[in-house]
């Protein structure tokens, strides 16, 4: 029974335009770190404010992996049917670990990944992509639902 109701949750278009929102702003953001790390925008005297965007995108991150965790348990071998639903959930995991490590989230590690790596946040336009192909799906079955009640 909550599987059916974080299901309707999850699914809901709500909650996929929230997810889409999301995305952009987390894109931004990295775009914003990507800029600054190839000096193409000039941070000295606001470093702090892209430590802020790094750690913005952190919790971002972090939040995406809970909801495909939630997506794992609610949707089970549905999800694992979905080819762009496998990738979605790898690259929102790889992207996270990624960014965890590369922000010094680890004391010991100092820099492993050359500055480019985080140039896949293009791979998170894909998660866009995924969920206005969802929205389509929902909006389809609508209307199919609603030629077959109409009288003839």
Known sequence: MWRQSLRGIITHRHANFTVVMVTLMNCF??????????DVIDDKGIEFI?????????????T???ECFLRIIVLQRELFQDKMEIFDVALVWFYFLVELISSNGFSQVDKPYPKYLHMIVILRCWRILLVL???????EAAISAMESQTPR
Do not use: H, S
């Not at 990295?30 to 190839?38: E, G, K, P, T």
């Not at 892209?50 to 972090?62: A, D, E, P, Q, S």
């Not at 192909?133 to 909006?139: C, D, I, M, R, S």
């Open 29 to 38: 953001l990295v775009i914003a770190n990507i800029l600054a790390d190839f």
């Open 50 to 62: 892209f430590t802020g965007f790094l750690y913005i995108n952190l919790v971002i991150m972090f």
């Open 64 to 66: 995406f992996v809970l």
């Open 133 to 139: 192909e969802q929205l389509q799906q929902e909006k």
